[in-house]
Every structure is written in structure tokens, then in C-alpha cells.
């Protein structure tokens, strides 16, 4: 049997993080909006690319994340 794979999912931007909609273990659809970000003062969803089930978050609200940083690992 096949084992999945893990996705991150990673900032595209500079940003802080206004707010983690996830947590390890939450079961989610793609789609999903799993993180908030705010630049420049703009709100910007940070969305799944597929479903899958969250096994780790990097960051929590508050954060400042850099192009490329981590945010969320599904399974």
C-alpha cells in the first residue's frame, strides 16, 4: 500500500500571521483556509492545495513570517 506524502505549506510572502484556523490533527478539504496573513495591510488566505489531515503548525498568530517559512505540514 501506498503511503501519502507530506505537503508543507509555505508563505508566499512576508507577512505577519493574524490567525491560525488549524490545528494538529484537524481534518481538512482543499480549499480550506488554514492560516490568515496580513501584509501591507491586506488580509490574505492562505489556503490548502489538497486535503489531508494537519500533523504539525509551524507558526501562531502573532508571527512574522518570511517568503518560504513553513506554516502548516499535512499528511
Given amino acids: 500500500m501506498a503511503r501519502s506524502q507530506s505537503t508543507e505549506i509555505l508563505a508566499e510572502m512576508v507577512a505577519n500571521v493574524l490567525v491560525v484556523s488549524c ?3 484537524d481534518t481538512i478539504a482543499a480549499g480550506d483556509t488554514v492560516i490568515l496573513l496580513e ?3 491586506m488580509e490574505i488566505p492562505v489556503l490548502a492545495e ?3 489531515t494537519v500533523t504539525a503548525v509551524k507558526v501562531t498568530a502573532g ?3 518570511q517568503e518560504g517559512d513553513p506554516l502548516v505540514v499535512l499528511d
Fill in 39 to 41: 501584509s501591507m495591510k
Fill in 50 to 52: 489538497r486535503a489531508g
Fill in 63 to 65: 508571527d512574522v513570517v
Fill in 23 to 25: 490545528e494538529v490533527g
